[in-house]
């Protein structure tokens, strides 16, 4: 991403942020290149916020079309049917994208993306998958961490008022203040399958409960078959019966999980708009950290609960077994 200078036209468009982190930081964004899977209410907040920061290139996939559910909370999807009408959901937010900013390359690659090859994923510098399903989200990092330059990954997943974000930076090595110097700092992130792996026993009982909830709802869907989403209030007794076997499996009490907020997670289909734009709000910020090296990022996870209004950050890793 190191390479040529800010343009004249850059540097007048993105004055007010470069006065906040810097010309390199901005340099360092306008070269990067952003792919996006799955496109709701809240990646497309994270859409607008990484183009108007002036990113060099975002790649949408979604090949869904547009039904009642996107229209609640993806913004970027006009409300007239005849503007829509035979797009996918990747192309209509690829056009109002670029509404945003013309500096901005964005464009639509079609196709599944968990069939992607290694190679396709090299020419990335990040990749953010929304709403994905638990195999999806384990091979696609998996193919990440398998090639020759660091590929910044993250998931991000919203249901009812509740949302969650997974950050993998591989082995990070980015600079912050301290008093009045700047301090070179490293983190070293494990993979999503060794995130999501961590033997729930030893992990501290403060931790955010969203946590376990989400990993219950992930095998339900992986279990039953289902996309992203497709649950109910139906379903309730058989993903009960999941939680249970987890928690026995795990050793821990089934006062982990509470029963109250799997019933929402899966009866909640509809996202909340505000959630949508807190958290993809917060998943803009991290994306943009990473491209330019600059402040401490999140580490691994992130939860947020509208009921409460309270953001935590959550660092699950192998550590608390060793």
């Known amino acids: 991403m190191d390479g040529e200078e800010l343009t004249e036209q850059e540097t007048a468009l993105y004055d007010r942020q470069i006065r906040v982190w810097g010309a390199n930081a901005q340099r360092r964004l306008t070269k990067s290149h952003i792919l996006v899977s799955g496109i709701k209410g809240t990646v497309a907040e994270f859409c607008k916020n990484i183009v108007l920061a002036g990113v060099g290139s975002v790649t949408l996939m979604d090949d869904s079309l547009v039904n009642e ?74 193919k990440c961490r398998k090639l020759s330059k660091r590929v910044a990954f993250y998931t991000v997943d919203c249901r009812d008022s509740c949302g969650e974000i997974f950050v993998d930076l591989q082995d990070y090595k980015y600079t912050k203040k301290k008093l009045e110097e700047k301090v070179e700092c490293e983190l070293n992130f494990p993979s999503f399958q060794e995130a999501v792996s961590v033997p729930w026993k030893p992990i501290p009982r403060r931790t955010a409960k969203l946590y376990f909830a989400m990993r219950v709802i992930e095998v339900f869907e992986e279990n039953e078959g289902r996309k992203h989403g497709e649950c109910s209030l139906l379903d309730l007794p058989t993903v009960l019966e999941i939680k249970k076997k987890l928690c026995e499996a795990n050793s821990v009490s089934e006062s982990l999980v509470p029963d109250s907020l799997l019933e929402r997670l899966i009866s909640g289909t509809i996202e909340f708009p505000p959630a949508c734009a807190i958290v993809g709000g917060i998943l803009a910020q991290e994306v943009i950290k990473a491209v330019s090296g600059k402040g401490e990022p999140l580490k691994n996870f992130f939860y947020y609960d509208a009921q409460d209004g309270k953001g935590v950050m959550e660092d699950i890793s192998n550590s608390f077994t060793s």
């Not at 056009?95 to 964005?106: A, G, H, I, R, Y």
């Not at 968990?114 to 990335?124: G, N, W």
């Open 69 to 142: 559910e996107a229209l609640n909370a993806n913004f970027l999807i006009p409300p007239d049917e005849n503007a829509y009408r035979g797009k996918t959901v990747a192309e209509i937010c690829c056009d109002s994208l670029k509404d945003f900013n013309p500096m901005v390359l964005v464009s639509v690659e079609k196709g599944d993306l968990s069939a992607r090859s290694t190679e396709f994923f090299e020419k990335f510098d990040v990749v953010v998958i929304g709403y994905g399903s638990l195999a999806t989200k384990k091979a696609v990092n998996e």
